[in-house]
């Protein structure tokens, strides 16, 4: 998809109609949302599975063994 196509022109007009509407308490709670998800990935390690299948990713491509 282009820039110069008018779906995605349509798109980023919208984006850019949304931003210049929202409040500073739009984005301070947009903002805090970030955050608490952000604190409960960390405080639950959800993140632990993602980094290490990435791990084990990036040591393949690289030619390295993964051993368990």
């Known amino acids: ?23 500073p308490a739009d984005w301070l709670y947009y903002d805090l949302l970030g955050v608490i998800v952000v604190f409960a990935a960390d405080v639950f ?6 980094a290490a299948a990435l791990t084990r990713v990036f040591e393949r491509i690289r030619g390295r063994r993964v051993r368990r």
Not at 7 to 19: L, S
């Open 1 to 23: 998809m282009s820039p110069q196509d008018p779906a995605n022109k349509q798109i980023n007009a919208h984006t850019r109609a949304r931003e210049e509407t929202m409040t």
């Open 45 to 50: 390690h959800l993140w632990e599975p993602w």
